[in-house]
């Protein structure tokens, strides 16, 4: 059965840093495409970033670019995102998901493993 577990949200300050992870299992991670979506309530859902198989591929949404960093540890089957300078708008439940298009994507519908989401709150 596969699973995707993210862990690492929770209530920051502007200006802050946090770092999620999503933990994969019933599958090998490395085979897969990762990546993080965020929606915020009343909005659609956006994507963040992708990272290839590897992890020497990353592509990130212009509202995060030089602000978050996505990595894996393929050894521990396991994808990063780090957070950092956040804003009050990226606050959102954030996923993870796998696609195995073989290709970076930024559309929700080419990825067919989802986790069930951790929730960041960017307030003062």
């Known amino acids: 059965q596969v699973q995707l577990v993210e862990s690492g949200g929770g209530l920051v300050q502007p200006g802050g840093s946090l770092r999620l992870s999503c933990a994969a299992s019933?599958?090998?991670?490395?085979?897969?495409?990762v990546g993080w979506f965020r929606q915020a309530p009343g909005k659609e859902r956006e994507f963040v970033a992708v990272?290839?198989?590897?992890?020497?591929?990353?592509y990130y949404a212009d509202s995060v670019k030089g602000r978050f960093t996505i990595s894996r540890d393929n050894a521990e089957n396991t994808v990063y995102l780090q957070m950092d300078s956040l804003k009050p708008e990226d606050t959102a439940v954030y996923y993870c998901?796998?696609?195995?298009?073989?290709?970076?994507?930024?559309?929700?519908?080419?990825?067919?493993?989802w986790g069930q989401g951790t929730q960041v709150t960017v307030s003062s």
């Open positions: 019933g599958l090998t991670a490395r085979s897969y495409f």
């Open positions: 990272i290839t198989r590897s992890g020497e591929g990353t």
């Open positions: 998901a796998v696609t195995n298009l073989g290709r970076i994507t930024w559309y929700a519908y080419d990825y067919g493993y």
